[in-house]
């Protein structure tokens, strides 16, 4: 049983003088590993506890360590294990191929045991480092997040004091409705989630009209209604251009909110899918939200009723598509709305997301650029390398 207190090195090469010399320099500081072959390293390389470094021969029988190296960086649990590679070439192309596939290092044998320790000592120390860098990393971006969001919340609601003086739990309605609703139209998860930090800065623009038209509770003047159609172009203004994509999601959602699916809507008159799917959805939620509160101009409308004029508005004011998933998130919505009630004043965050993965309506497209395609896969695996190690054995 290896102590695991002390950092694994796995030892591979068929020249078993080699291992004993590797396991005779290192063994003091470290737990050794052995391996003589492809087979057992790539064993090895998986069991647990898993190896600090990796020290891999070439110029192995059967399968070459190019090929090991190549399986195990292919491997999520393997591919950030260091590989210093032992062989008795000095030519150039082999170092380059070396380092091409993913190894720390290049140690032409014979091998100098105070070279060999010093190299290893070298990289253990760069890739605890290195791991103690991602981590802080993590924690500081996770932060940031949680102000950013934060921050967002915090504007929305300056914006209700601006508009109506009874701030409550309309910031967080708006950002469960949009999230609820973009899953049941089968968004991926991280889209759903920006959804719900984006959505409450749709009206910021509001900022920008004079609080006394938007108390009004009286039908507005041409002019005061003019001004008024002006919060989307002013809330695009108000969030920026920027290359984060919640901020992009966010001003996106302020600008097209009051888009019409038949192309009636304002500021721009997009039709149909040239209005982004963000501002698609946020329509519906705008409209939800807006009926089922109560208005300086009105009541609050009973949900039934607010459903009804969503579902007659398909195919006018609303995509189709998204008023079928807004149907399909009514049942969650409504929970939502009774958690926030404004009546019960701040409340804690709590998730709404659905226990079982709504069946969706359509592809929702990221509002932000697609993330690289991930590393072709080798034509072998790993495990297959092992077993055509063990068969050559046999």
């Not at 009926?291 to 009804?308: C, D, K, N, V, W």
């Not at 404004?342 to 932000?368: M, R, S, T, Y």
């Amino acid at each position: 049983m290896t102590d695991k207190a002390r950092p694994v090195i796995l030892a591979v090469d068929d020249a078993t003088d080699l291992l004993g010399l590797m396991a005779k320099a290192l063994g003091t500081d470290y737990e050794v590993v052995q391996a003589a072959d492809a087979g057992t390293a790539i064993e090895k390389a998986f069991a647990e506890p898993r190896p600090d470094l990796i020290l891999l021969d070439i110029e192995m029988p059967d399968i070459s360590g190019f090929e090991v190296c190549r399986a195990l960086k292919d491997e999520a649990i393997t591919s950030t294990i260091p590989v210093i590679f032992l062989t008795g070439k000095s030519e150039a192309q082999a170092q380059v191929e070396a380092f091409e596939l993913g190894a720390v290092d290049f140690i032409t044998k014979p091998i100098n045991a105070a070279v060999l320790k010093a190299r290893v000592r070298m990289h253990l120390a760069l890739a605890n480092r290195q791991s103690e860098l991602e981590r802080m990393v993590q924690n500081r971006t996770a932060q940031l997040e949680e102000t950013r969001a934060e921050l967002i919340k915090r504007l929305a609601r300056a914006m209700e004091f601006h508009e109506s003086q009874a701030v409550g739990n309309r910031v967080m309605r708006l950002g469960h409705y949009a999230k609820l609703i973009a899953q049941a139209a089968g968004a991926k998860p991280e889209v759903a989630d920006m959804m719900l930090k984006a959505a409450p800065l749709h009206d910021i623009g509001k900022l920008g009209v004079p609080a006394e038209i938007l108390r009004k509770s009286e039908k507005l003047s041409a002019p005061d209604w003019e001004r008024v159609k002006r919060h989307p172009a002013l809330g695009a203004e108000i969030i920026g251009e920027h290359d984060d994509p919640l901020l992009k999601l966010a001003r996106q959602l302020a600008l097209t909110h009051h888009e019409h699916y038949d192309g009636s809507g304002y500021p721009q008159g997009l039709k149909g899918d040239a209005i982004p799917w963000g501002g698609r959805v946020m329509a519906i939620v705008d409209t939800f939200e807006s009926m089922t509160s109560t208005q300086f101009f009105r009541e609050a409308l009973p949900i039934e009723r607010a459903e009804g004029e969503i579902t007659r508005g398909a195919g006018t004011k609303y995509d189709p598509k998204l008023v079928e998933a807004f149907k399909m998130a009514l049942p969650v919505m409504k929970k939502v709305r009774e958690t926030y009630s404004d009546k019960l004043g701040d409340l804690i965050n709590l998730d709404f997301a659905p226990k079982g993965a709504a069946k969706p309506v359509q592809e929702a497209p990221k509002p932000a650029a697609p993330p690289p395609p991930p590393p072709p896969k080798p034509k072998v695996s790993a495990a297959e390398l092992a077993k055509a190690a063990a068969a050559r054995k046999k």
